[in-house]
């Protein structure tokens, strides 16, 4: 196996000072540089070139003691190597955190996904990047989330909130594939036009300027059959009082309650009225339930993507030191598609 001559790393890496508490704010995280010892048998050293900012790192830290490294994944390329599986010059998909360089023992899997770094698979020329996105984990809760948990039939109408996000318009371009009504619910007008003009779906709705209910009922007077649920909150609630008898609900995302306490959140009952006379099947979901077949979603997106059925956007922010605000930039909904960091 290729190795280069050990010389001494230094990686940066943002360690959690504090939980956040509603906003996250900068100094919650502390940028520091550690240096790393020389490669043990077996292991290899990575150097990172894209991080993904995810809505789930925002309540997830919590889960964590402070002062580890600021939980999420990166695409990294494997620099040094005393493991034949991972030489030199490939590139991996890992939970490794917000950290620049890496060790990485191939047995040991993160904390958090229970998942093993693995090598990004052959892309051809497209983006390394999108390993983070539509062919990563985000593509992957996509492609779960809407077939196994609403099980979509042609000619039915879903619903999709945070729709013009990296999971919210892969799932509007399967859905609209498989031959259904698509409404995308979004926070921006230029989100809007995106999804109507670009990536196929049939209406989009701002529900920071439109009363959500009122245009639902104009787009869809069908009714609704599936809601894939990317916020939570008024907007969830609202869709579900329009669904049809035996419709689908996959609770994929919460993010209008990620700053919120969630003990200090009141504890609705009105949903039920909703559930039990359209005799609903709700259910969440968290993605790593497939990490068994992981591989198949990447590889049916990419197919979609070379076939012309799988359209997919980037919002780049350039620099490590910039990662705390892409971050909140994208809790904020100033991405369009998927939040990357490049290094
Ligand atoms: P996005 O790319 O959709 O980015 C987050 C978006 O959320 C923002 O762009 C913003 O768009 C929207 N948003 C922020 N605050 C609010 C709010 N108060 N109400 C409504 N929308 C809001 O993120 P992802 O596609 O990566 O994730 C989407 C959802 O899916 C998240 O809730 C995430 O936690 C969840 N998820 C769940 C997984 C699972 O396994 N269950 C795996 C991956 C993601 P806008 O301008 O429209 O407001």
Redesign the pocket.
Same mark, same amino acid.
């Given at each position: 196996c290729s190795t280069q001559s050990s010389k001494m790393v230094k990686a940066r890496k943002y360690v959690v000072m504090n939980y956040f508490v509603n906003e996250a704010k900068p100094t919650d995280l502390k940028l520091v540089e550690e240096e790393l010892p020389p490669l043990q048998n077996e292991e290899y050293l990575v150097e990172a070139e894209f991080f993904s900012v995810?809505?789930?790192m925002r309540?997830y830290v919590r889960n964590f003691p402070l002062g580890i490294t600021m939980i999420g994944s990166q695409v990294a390329k494997i620099v040094e190597s005393k493991n034949p599986a991972f030489p030199v010059g490939k590139r991996i998909i890992g939970n490794l955190g917000w950290r620049t360089h890496t060790i990485i023992d191939p047995k040991t899997e993160d904390s958090f996904f229970k998942q093993k770094p693995y090598l990004l698979p052959d892309i051809g020329d497209l983006p390394p990047s999108l390993g983070l996105g539509v062919l990563g984990?985000?593509g992957n809760?996509a492609y779960f989330?809407l077939l196994e948990i609403c099980k979509p039939k042609s000619g039915e109408t879903i619903v999709i909130?945070?729709?013009?996000?990296?999971?919210?318009?892969?799932v509007g371009q399967i859905a609209k594939n498989l031959g259904l009504n698509v409404i995308g !619910? %979004? *926070? $921006?007008d230029e989100?809007c036009k995106w999804l109507t003009e670009e990536m196929g779906f049939d209406f989009a709705i701002n529900?920071?300027t439109m009363p959500v209910a009122a245009r639902l009922r104009e787009v869809a007077p069908q009714g609704v059959d599936c809601y894939f649920d990317?916020?939570?909150?008024d907007?969830s609630g609202t869709v579900m009082y329009q669904m049809n008898p035996f419709g689908r609900v996959a !609770? %994929? *995302? $919460?993010?209008?309650?990620?700053?919120a306490d969630i003990k200090s959140l009141p504890k609705s009952t009105i949903l039920q009225p909703a559930i039990l006379t359209n005799q609903l099947k709700v259910e969440?979901?968290?993605?790593?339930?497939w990490l068994d077949r992981w591989n198949e979603g990447i590889m049916q997106n990419l197919q979609w993507i070379r076939e012309g059925k799988l359209r997919y956007r980037e919002t780049v922010t350039k620099g490590f030191e910039n990662m705390f605000d892409a971050f909140i930039g994208?809790?904020?909904?100033?991405?369009?598609?998927?939040?990357i960091v490049q290094v």
């Open positions: 995810d809505p789930y309540p984990m985000p809760t989330g909130s945070g729709a013009a996000g990296a999971v919210g318009s892969h !619910i %979004c *926070g $921006s989100k529900y920071k990317n916020v939570g909150g907007i !609770i %994929c *995302g $919460s993010i209008s309650s990620y700053n969440g979901f968290i993605v790593k339930r994208m809790l904020h909904g100033e991405n369009i598609g998927k939040a």
